[in-house]
């Protein structure tokens, strides 16, 4: 059975940091891209990150560049997604994705929220 769950979420000051992580398990974790999403109330999905099966790649949205970093452990079959110098307009729940060329995986999604 395939399981992606997230946490660590919550709620943070703005210029605070939070790092999320992301539990893989029922699939061959080293052979898909992952992704963190995330969605505001009455918004889009949107990409955050995303990081090659190899780990050698990593892109950005624009507007988290600079700030947010994602990381995996295939050991641990676990994707991190470090955010600091939070805003509020980064608050959202957010969501892990493992893909493939022949899979798409989604996980329930941990809110966060900034807010002083």
């Known amino acids: 059975q395939v399981q992606l769950v ?11 940091s939070l790092r999320l992580s992301c539990a893989a398990s029922g699939f ?8 963190w999403y995330r969605q505001a109330p009455g918004k889009e999905r949107d990409m955050v990150a995303f990081m090659s099966s190899s780990g050698g ?7 988290v560049k600079g700030r947010f970093t994602i990381s995996r452990d295939n050991a641990k079959t676990t994707v991190y997604l ?3 110098s939070l805003k509020p307009e980064d608050t959202a729940v957010y ?4 893909q493939s060329s ?4 989604w996980g ?5 929220t900034v807010s002083s």
Request: glycine residues 16%.
């Open 57 to 63: 790649t990593a892109d950005y949205a624009d507007a």
């Open 108 to 112: 329930q999604g941990t809110q966060v």
């Open 6 to 16: 997230e946490s660590g979420g919550g709620l943070v000051q703005p210029g605070g």
């Open 95 to 98: 969501y892990c994705s493992a």
């Open 82 to 84: 470090q955010m600091n």
């Open 102 to 105: 022949r899979s798409t995986y």
């Open 28 to 35: 061959t974790f080293s052979g898909y891209a992952m992704h």
